[in-house]
């Protein structure tokens, strides 16, 4: 099975230390790696404005937070709302291919 091209750019390779990790390994790590970036964009207080996200709300609030998920404003430095929301949707998928490899590993033990 093949990844798909978007995660080449996932450093993988870096964390496992091998050259081809198993796709059951990739996908976990892109897990991982997806969440801890989520947890952190969510626990920074502050907008790329500067004005704590607690004061904000509706879109604003939301843009604030995918952005800072995307490690933060585009305007400084991050990857903004775009890295973001690649973010959101990577764990998504990631997390989708795990459930089910681990639904059809069951059912080779099963037979």
């Known amino acids: 099975m093949k990844l798909p091209s978007f995660w080449k750019k996932s450093p993988t390779r870096a964390l ?9 390994q990739s996908i976990g790590q892109l897990v991982e790696i ?30 604030a937070q995918i952005a800072n998920i995307g490690g933060g404003s585009k305007a400084n430095g991050g990857g903004g709302m ?10 998504g998928q990631a997390l989708g291919l795990k459930k089910g490899i681990d639904y059809i590993e069951k059912k080779k033990l099963k037979r």
């Open 16 to 24: 496992t230390g091998s050259v081809s990790p198993s796709i059951d």
């Open 34 to 63: 997806t969440k801890s970036k989520i947890e952190r964009g969510l626990s920074n207080p502050v907008a790329g404005t500067g004005k704590p996200i607690e004061e904000l709300h509706g879109a604003a609030k939301w843009n």
């Open 82 to 91: 775009t890295e973001g929301m690649e973010t959101i949707f990577k764990h």
